[in-house]
C-alpha cells in the first residue's frame, strides 16, 4: 500500500504528492488525514497522509517507507482534505499550510504521547508480549519511543491491541501536567422520571431527595465532588442512589475546562418579537429542508440577533446536528459566552486566543471525539472538525478580523459557504452594518436579505450628537473633552448612570515631533514613525519592535521643543480626573487587561456599578449589554478616516454605530456624543441619523467610480526584498507579464511603492489588479510565483499575493 503524502516544507517544488511505502504493521493505521513522519532527502519531516492508494507511478524500488505515525485517529476530516484544496487553490497558498490552519496551536507544536494499558481491560489478561514493556497496570510509557524499540512483529501486535482498545494512548500536551481522572455523577433519567423517583422517596431521605432536584435544575453530568458540595451531601448518599440504578458513576479523563468552577443557570428560549420571528422563519425551513442558503440578517444594535442564533441552533441540535458560530475575537466577552453556556450548557466549546494552548487543544478535541455539538469561537473556529454540520453564523459578519492576514489568507465567510454547500446547511450572516460586500449580494439576491429595524421591546435608538472639535478650538477650549461632553457625564453622574468613553485607537498614535524644525522619530529599520509608549517610557516601532528612549533634544536641530503628540487612554483617564476628581474610572486597554481574566473582572466590576466610566479602546465597542449605560462618548471619531484604505469610511461607520449601540438598551434611554474634526463627513452624519441605506448608497457611488469592491475584485502583489533595485525590477516584470496575459478590461497599477515603503530593512514595492471576470487569473498568479520566486530562489525575495486585501499597507 502506498500512502500519498503532503510533506511539511514549504516551497515551490515540495508542494505536490509524494509517494510511500506503508510498512505492514502500518496498514491499519494509517488513513488519510493521519500525519506521518517520512524521510525526506537527508531529512525526516512531518507529513499529512492526503490518499492511501494501492499503487504508485513510481517504482516501488525507489520508494521510501513511511517511518512513524504522528496521529492515532486523523485529525482532519475528509471533507477538511478536501477543503484544504480549495483553500490552497482560493489563497495561493502552499498545501502544507492550508492543512496546518485546521489544526489547533498545541498540535502544530511537537507534543508526546503516552501509552498505557486501557483502563477497561484486566492486566490479567493482556498478551506476555506486551506486558513484557507494560509491567504493571499502572505503567505509562511514550508511544513512539515504544514503536521505535519494536521489531515489526512486536509492532504489529502494539497496534492490534491499541485497535482493539487493550492500550490506550494519549497524547500529552504542554505543561499542564498529567491527565487527571475523576468520578463524574450523572443520569440518563429525564427530568420528569426524575421527578416522580423523588416524590416516591421516603420523606426522611432528604439528601436523596436534593441530589435529584439538582439533576432535575442541570441534567448533566457533574464530578462527585462538586455534586456533594452543591447539596451538602456524602458519598453514601450518591452511592444509595446509584445503587438504585438511577445514578451512574463513571471514571472520567478531567478535560481542562476554562469555564470550570462557574455555574452557568439555564436559560430557556425567550419568546419572540415580530421581527425576530420573521427573520428565524426562513432560516428555521432551511434547518428542516435540509439544504444550503446563505442569509444576511441585518438588525440595529440591540434588535435580538444572538437570540435568533439560539433558536436557529436549538433546531438544529434537535435534527442531530452540529453547529459553528463565529465572533470576532474582542467581542468574545464572558456575557456572549455566558449566553451560550446558559442556553446548551456543556454542549458547547469555546475557542479563544485567551485560553492556553493545552485549554484550547482540550476544547478543540472535544469537537472531534463528539463530545459538544456546538463551537463558539473566533475566525479559526470556522474549521472546527465537525462531521454533521448543520449550522454556521458568523456574527458581524463586516470584522475585518475574519479575514486571516497571513498564510494561508483565508475569509471565514468564504470556508463558511464552502462548508455549508458541502452539508447542505443555512449559513447566517449577521451584523448592524453589514459589509458592502455582503449587503450588495443580499440585493442581488445572492444572498438572501432578513431585517430587522426595531431593537428589542421597541426600545429607541440612542441620541447622536456629534460636536466640531474645531470649534471647541475656536471656543478656547483647549482639552480633549468638549463642554457638551463633559456637561453629560456630569449628568449622569447625577443621575447614578454610568458611561462608556470610547479613544478610537486605530490609525492614531502618539508620537514625537519638534515644533521647531518638524522632526518625526522614525524607525531605522521601518518607513514609520515610532509610537511613544507611557507605561515604560519608550518609543517603540511597531512593525519590528525597535525600541529607543524618548530624546529630550531634537536629534536633528538640537532644540528643546521635542513634544509628545496624540493621546492613549492613560492619558484620557489623567486629563477627565482633572476635571472631575472624583470620578470613577475603569481603563479598559491593553495594559490593563493583560493578565488572565482581568479583562472579565473589570467588565464584572462594571456590571456591578462600582465604576462610573469604563473607558476603553476597541476593545469595548462590542457584545457589552448593561442597562445602566445611557451615554456613550467616543473620542476621535476621525481618527480612521484618514488611512490609506479604501475600506476607511466603511469601517469608521461601522465602528461609531457598534459603539452607539451600547448605549440604552434597556429601560433607560441612551445618548452619543461623538467628537470629530470631520462633523461633515457622510459615515458620520449617517451613524447620527441611524441610517445604514444612506450609507450604504453613499458608499457604493464612491466606489463604483474608483474601481473598488463590490464592484471590481482587487488582487494585490507585495513584492519585498533587502535590495532596492531588485525589489522595483522584479515588481516590473511581474506588473508587464500581467499587462500581457490579462483582459483589456482589467487595470493594473504599479510597480508602486507600499504604503509603508520599508519594513524590518525590506523593501516594499506593490502592483494592485482591479478586474471585473477574469477566469484564468489564478493560474496566471501560480505562473508569476512561480516563474519570479523560481527565478530568485536563492535570494530573499519574497512575493506575497493576496487575493482579497483587507490591509492596504
Ligand atoms: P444584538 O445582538 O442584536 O445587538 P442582543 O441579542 O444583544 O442584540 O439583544 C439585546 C437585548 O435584548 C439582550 O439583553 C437580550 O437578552 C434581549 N432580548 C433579545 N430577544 C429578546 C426577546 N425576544 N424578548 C426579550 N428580550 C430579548
Ligand atoms: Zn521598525
Known sequence: MIARVIVDVTTNQTDRLFDYLIPAPFQAAIVPGVRVVVPFGPRKVQGFVIEVAKTSTIDAGKLKPVEQLVDIEPPLTRELLLLSEKVKESTLSFHNTALKVMLPAAMRAKYKKEAMIHPETAYELVAKEIKRYFTSAEAVLDWDELLKKAGDAEKRLLLKALKEKTILVLPKVGTQGKKKKQTLVHTVRSPEELAQLKAALPANAVKQQDVLQHFIDRPEPVPVAELLEAVRGSRSTVKALADKGILCLEEAEVWRDPYEGRHYERQASLPLMEEQRQALEPILQAIDGEYHRTFLLRGVTGSGKTEVYLQAIERTLAKGKEAIVLVPEISLTPQMVTRFKERFGSDVAVLHSALSMGEKYDEWRRIREKQVRVAVGARSAIFAPFENLGMIIIDEEHETSYKQEDAPRYHARDIAIERGEYYQCPVVLGSATPSLESFARARKGVYELLTMEKRVNDVQLPDVTITDMREELRNGNRSMFSAALIAAIKQRLQRQEQIVLFLNRRGYSTFVLCRDCGYVAECPHCDISLTYHRTTHSLQCHYCGYTETPPTRCPSCEGESIRFF????????????????????????????????????????????????????????????????????????????????????????????????????????????????????????????????????????????????????????????????????????????????????????????????????????????????????????????QTYQGEMSRSDLSIVIDTNPYMML
Open 566 to 785: 496624540g493621546f492613549g487612554t492613560q492619558k484620557v483617564e489623567e486629563e477627565l480626573k482633572k476635571i472631575l476628581p472624583d470620578i470613577q474610572i475603569i481603563r479598559m486597554d491593553v495594559d490593563t487587561t493583560r493578565t488572565k481574566g482581568a479583562h472579565e473582572k473589570l467588565l464584572d466590576q462594571f456590571g456591578r456599578g462600582e465604576g462610573d466610566i469604563l473607558l476603553g479602546t476597541q476593545m469595548i465597542a462590542k457584545g457589552l449589554d448593561f442597562p445602566n449605560i445611557t451615554l456613550v462618548g467616543v473620542l476621535a471619531a476621525d481618527a480612521m478616516l484618514h488611512l490609506q484604505d479604501f475600506r476607511a469610511a466603511e469601517r469608521t461607520f461601522q465602528l461609531l454605530t457598534q459603539v452607539s449601540g451600547r448605549a440604552g438598551r434597556h429601560e433607560k434611554a441612551g445618548e452619543v456624543i461623538i467628537q470629530t474634526y470631520s462633523p461633515d463627513h457622510y459615515s458620520i452624519q449617517d451613524v447620527k441619523s441611524h441610517d445604514y441605506l444612506s450609507f450604504f448608497q453613499k458608499e457604493m457611488l464612491l466606489r463604483k467610480q474608483a474601481g473598488y469592491p463590490p464592484y471590481f475584485y482587487v488582487t494585490l502583489i507585495h513584492v519585498s526584498d533587502t535590495d532596492l533595485p531588485k525589489t522595483i525590477e522584479v515588481t516590473k516584470k511581474i506588473t508587464n507579464y500581467l499587462r500581457s496575459k490579462l483582459s483589456p478590461a482589467t487595470k493594473i497599477y504599479g510597480p508602486a511603492a507600499s504604503a509603508i515603503p520599508r519594513i524590518k530593512d525590506r523593501y516594499r514595492y506593490q502592483c494592485m489588479i482591479k478586474y471585473k471576470v477574469e477566469p484564468y487569473l489564478t493560474k496566471i498568479l501560480h505562473e508569476v510565483v
